[in-house]
């Protein structure tokens, strides 16, 4: 099934949901774990890649979610979010937090004081952004999600872990 796009008159089709896979897979990106605490305290949490700087006055950076992803919920009446930005040596996290597995919490370290706007992976990340929601977009079958960033972190060194052409790699920091 694909969807008709106007523009300026001109009608086009949007291609199928397995070549825009195709497509995007060959664009590297960062990857990383976008976390939050719900109100009652408990952990969520999800590999992403879609992330993007957008401003630095406000410092503003955005993720994108699927709709109906239980942290995106979370993130939602939390209004707070981290963004843990994964070093290479973090694939087993990376793949344990798109595995969807419920108890991934129990199985990483992570810690969560009360200035954070979400569990760090301090093992794991080696830059983390504390963001509270400015604003959402709903488009597709996903949201974006802008967070103003109020707080950063250095937990760890080391290169950042990146995700493209279906696997993982990182390139070396000088």
């Known amino acids: 099934m694909t969807d008709s796009i106007v523009d300026s008159g001109r009608t086009a089709t949007a291609v199928a949901p397995a070549q825009f896979r195709s497509l995007m897979s060959t664009f590297p990106s ?3 774990i976008v976390s939050t605490l719900d109100i009652g305290g408990q952990p969520w949490g999800m590999t992403c890649s879609s ?3 957008v401003a630095v006055e406000p410092a503003t950076l955005l993720v994108c979610l699927r709709e109906g992803s239980p942290t ?4 939602l009446r939390s209004s707070t979010f ?9 694939k087993a996290s990376a793949e344990l937090f798109a595995s969807g597995t419920p108890e991934r919490f129990d ?3 992570w810690t969560a004081d009360p200035q954070a706007a979400g569990p760090h992976l301090v093992d794991d990340a080696h830059a ?5 929601i400015s604003r959402t977009v709903s488009t597709g079958d996903h949201t974006v999600v802008f967070g103003e960033v109020f707080r950063v972190e250095h937990p760890a060194e ?3 872990l990146l995700y493209g052409l279906r696997e993982y790699s ?5």
């Open 30 to 32: 960062g990857v990383t």
């Open 51 to 53: 992330v993007c700087s």
């Open 72 to 75: 995106l919920a979370a993130m």
């Open 82 to 90: 981290a963004v843990n930005l994964l070093h290479a040596r973090a």
């Open 107 to 109: 199985m990483v370290r």
């Open 128 to 132: 983390i952004a504390d963001c509270r």
């Open 158 to 160: 080391g290169s950042p």
């Open 170 to 174: 990182s390139w070396s920091v000088a």
